[in-house]
Every structure is written in structure tokens, then in C-alpha cells.
């Protein structure tokens, strides 16, 4: 399939319905629009890839994932239906002597490059600037980023004067400091608020907050404000798993 309008006429409600109830049939979806699933017979004998399309919502939803080639996915455009396209995946090193001298230059090459997912490695201490207001912080991507250190000296340091969220990222290997000035807010706006978020091996100097899915492995948390708390567990599922509380 490489274009057309394909409306829900099938027995299932399917936009397209495979019939394989004894054979495998190959399947190559390269463009067209599906206002439903993509369906058939039997899964297991479904074959082949879909690489392009725009699909419904309800369509996304139901259609067969297992069939979207592995460096594709969804993604969702301004009228709210989701494209299949090539994902684009970026990594950038920052630190003195590398690419890039801070993470904010790295940030805004990884908007230029229209990335959807990007690695940020940093060596030594570099500063995330998270703004002034409620919000999300930036980091260039579509979809997600991954903050990791990459020498002993690797450190996160968070300033601004805001309480925005860092949301569907994944920070490891680096110590985490918070200076940002909404520091001197009361109850959980004390602390820098993670949503959907995945730690691994992080030193936390100071408090942080927890909201949506957010795992902690092997982390440590050395928070020693007076009246601090290390995590601030708001609204999810949390696992904590190897980790040590010293504040």
C-alpha cells in the first residue's frame, strides 16, 4: 500500500483486513491514510512492515505496532492524527574540548536537527538553565532525552528562578545539584519535579520530586538541607530499587 483513503468498511470495523487464516502474507505499508486498524486473520502469519502512513488515533491505537519497522514509529502531527516516519536519533559530547562547550549549545543543535531522541554526554559540571516559569523544560527533542555523565567529574546543575518540569528523560552516571531560586518556595516547590522520568547511578545533593512513572536504580541521596526531604513521591508508580538514603 503507497496511498489512498482507506474508511472503516470491514467486518471488524478494519480499514484494511488481511485475510491469512492459513498462510502468511507479507504486508508493505509505505503511505495512504487509515481512518481505522489495519487488520487480519491471524497476527502471527501477518509479515512484512509498515514504514509510512498517516493513521487515525484510533487507528494508532489499534493497528498492530509489532508491524511498524524497527527505526520507525507514531508520531502525532497538528491535526492530531499520527504519521509513520524514520526515527531520528542524535548524540551529542559537551564538556571542554568536545563539540560542544554546554548543554544549552547541545540543545539547540538538537532542535536543528529535528531529533526525536537525543544522548547528551557531558564532562565536568554543566548547568540546565529550566527557565523562569510553570512549564517543561526544553531539551530540543520530540520525544525524549538522555542526560549521561561520562567522567567522575560529570555534574548536573540546575538554575533558574521557575518551577518547571523535566519530563520522559532518562539521567545516569553524574551527581544532580539544585540552585534553581524557587528554592526558597515552600513545601514541594522546593524541589526540582521529575515526570515520567529514569535514573540510574545519580548522586542527588539536594531534594528532588517525583511525579507519572519514574524509576530510581543504584542512586544515592545525599541531601543535607535541614527540614528536606530527599524525594518528594507525588501522583504515580514509583520503583526504587539499590539505592541509599543518607539525607
Not at 509510512?52 to 492524527?81: C, P, R, V, W
Request: aromatic share 12%; glycine share 10%; hydrophobic share 40%.
Amino acid at each position: 500500500i503507497n496511498g489512498g483513503t482507506f474508511a472503516p468498511t470491514g467486518v471488524d470495523g478494519s480499514s484494511v483486513f488481511v485475510e491469512n487464516k492459513t498462510y502468511t502474507v507479507e504486508l508493505e505499508v509505505t503511505g495512504g491514510y487509515f481512518e481505522t486498524k489495519i487488520g487480519c486473520s491471524k497476527p502471527e502469519l501477518l509479515a512484512g512492515s509498515i514504514i509510512g502512513g498517516t493513521f487515525t488515533a484510533k487507528a494508532m491505537e489499534n493497528t498492530n505496532h509489532a508491524l511498524i519497522s524497527d527505526e520507525f514509529m507514531f508520531f502525532q502531527d497538528a491535526n492530531g492524527n499520527y504519521l509513520v516516519r524514520e526515527i531520528v536519533e542524535k548524540e551529542y559530547e559537551i564538556g571542554v574540548g568536545k563539540a560542544y562547550a554546554t548543554l544549552a549549545e547541545a540543545i539547540k543543535q538538537a532542535k536543528l536537527d529535528k531529533a526525536d531522541f537525543a544522548t547528551y554526554y557531558i564532562y565536568g559540571e554543566q548547568e540546565l538553565q529550566t527557565g523562569f516559569a510553570h512549564g517543561l523544560v526544553d531539551f530540543g527533542v520530540v520525544v525524549s532525552a538522555t542526560i549521561e555523565g561520562k567522567d567522575q567529574a560529570a555534574t548536573l546543575k540546575i538554575t533558574g528562578g521557575g518551577v518547571p518540569d523535566i519530563k520522559d528523560a532518562t539521567i545516569k552516571n553524574l551527581t544532580f545539584i539544585d540552585e534553581g531560586t524557587y528554592n526558597s518556595h515552600a513545601n514541594e516547590f522546593m524541589y526540582q519535579n521529575f515526570i515520567d522520568t529514569t535514573f540510574e547511578q545519580v548522586v542527588f545533593m539536594d531534594g528532588i520530586r517525583l511525579s507519572g512513572d519514574c524509576t530510581i536504580t543504584d542512586c544515592t541521596f545525599e541531601a543535607t538541607t535541614v527540614n528536606e526531604y530527599a524525594i518528594w513521591l507525588d501522583e504515580g508508580n514509583f520503583e526504587i530499587t539499590g539505592s541509599t538514603v543518607n539525607a
